[in-house]
């Protein structure tokens, strides 16, 4: 059975999916540890990381990768426990929404939209 709502069109894919999302999110918690470890960090050099064009499309894509590792999760959870087809429906509908203001929100304080 193949449900509309999961990422990817099979089990393998959203494995795929779950593994490509959590080395971008180890990558950019690795990032920010050695950025913290070898910065005396002030207001200035957050400012000054966060003004760098890379460093917004880095942390773009791991805002994009919380949402993803997120959605395959909460997706795979609620078919697991949740059988009934309207709560499930209405958990994963809630789970969007709350992720995709994350992500807009996100998105406008990264770029200062």
Same mark, same amino acid.
């Given at each position: 059975?193949?449900?509309?709502?999961?990422?990817?069109?099979?089990?393998? $894919?959203? @494995?795929?999916?779950?593994? *490509?999302?959590?080395?971008?999110?180890?990558?950019?918690? %690795?990032? #920010? /540890?050695?950025?913290?470890?070898?910065?005396?960090?002030?207001? $200035?050099? @957050?400012?000054?990381?966060? *003004?760098?064009?890379?460093?917004?499309?880095?942390?773009? %894509?791991? #805002? /994009?990768?919380?949402?993803?590792?997120?959605?395959?999760?909460?997706?795979?959870?609620?078919?697991?426990?949740?059988?009934?087809?309207?709560?499930?429906?209405?958990?994963?509908?809630?789970?969007?929404?709350?992720?995709?203001?994350?992500?807009?929100?996100?998105?406008?304080?990264?770029?200062?939209?």
């Amino acid at each position: 059975m193949n449900s509309v709502t999961n990422l990817g069109r099979n089990g393998i $894919q959203d @494995w795929i999916i779950q593994r *490509a999302t959590a080395y971008v999110l180890a990558l950019y918690t %690795l990032f #920010l /540890l050695g950025f913290f470890v070898t910065t005396d960090v002030d207001y $200035q050099s @957050w400012n000054a990381l966060f *003004a760098q064009g890379w460093f917004k499309v880095f942390s773009l %894509l791991a #805002l /994009l990768s919380i949402a993803g590792h997120a959605w395959v999760g909460l997706w795979t959870v609620s078919t697991d426990y949740i059988k009934s087809a309207m709560p499930r429906f209405l958990f994963q509908a809630a789970c969007v929404l709350v992720m995709f203001v994350y992500v807009v929100w996100g998105i406008q304080i990264l770029w200062g939209l």
